[in-house]
């Protein structure tokens, strides 16, 4: 039930219920979420209340709402292995999904002396004509290493595919740590998260090579609806 007596607004309570419920997988991809009557009996809230809260689910992407019918569930959360950090493309299309980037900076930079190509991504998956973004990425790519690495599309190619094919370099371990960082409003537009979300999962570290050399630092934060499988090995 709804808490009428919390400071949270009634329908930022019932879109969390719902989101959660999606998440959860009670509502999978292509289900009919109960319907407005439905949701205002279950949780003896108005229509009002319901339709602000469905309203924030299809900010979020996770809902779709088609005239006569009802609200679709637009997105299954992505379950995404931390084994396969970093290599986004690569596991979108072991899922049989098609991602996309969007550049969104691509710079030279000088760090203590080391110079290295600078490149910031927002990633996310096509369902049908929509692009959902989950997680802006940016790399830090020593020029030492990959030198002429910016004469190729990042939009069209995949980082890790240059990587193996073009300098013959394949990433194999990675040092990360994983901490909430505030969002800024640029991320908070592209992944289109709401304003009562406040803090993202941020993975940053060093990835290694198949001589044990850093071949990227790395920054990813997560959009809220990605769900992880961590997995780790014990020698």
Do not use: C, H, W
Request: proline share 3%; no cysteine.
């Amino acid at each position: 039930m709804l808490d009428k007596s919390d400071y949270i607004p009634l329908y930022v309570q019932l879109y969390r219920k719902l989101r959660e419920q999606i998440l959860n997988g009670e509502y999978k991809q292509g289900e009919f979420i109960p319907s407005e009557t439905e949701v205002m009996k279950a949780f003896q809230t108005t229509r009002g209340t319901v339709r602000n809260a469905i309203s924030l689910l299809v900010n979020d992407g996770l809902v779709q709402q088609v005239r006569g019918k009802g609200t679709l569930v637009l997105l299954s959360p992505l379950k995404y292995s931390i084994t396969n950090f970093g290599g986004f493309t690569d596991y979108l299309n072991s899922r049989k999904e098609i991602g996309y980037s969007k550049v969104l900076e691509k710079s030279n930079v000088s760090i203590d002396g080391v110079e290295y190509y600078k490149l910031v991504r927002a990633r996310g998956v096509k369902k049908e004509d929509k692009i959902i973004y989950l997680m802006i990425d940016k790399s830090l790519l020593p020029v030492s290493v990959f030198p002429g690495l910016d004469q190729y599309d990042f939009e069209k190619e995949s980082l890790y595919q240059v990587f193996r094919e073009k300098y013959n370099i394949f990433p194999k371990r990675t040092e990360i740590s994983l901490r909430p960082e505030i969002i800024n409003q640029q991320t908070r537009e592209i992944l289109e998260i709401d304003e009562t979300e406040q803090a993202l999962l941020k993975a940053e570290g060093s990835i290694f090579d198949q001589n044990n050399i850093e071949i990227e630092k790395v920054k990813i934060l997560y959009a809220p609806s990605l769900d992880f499988n961590i997995m780790t090995e014990i020698n």
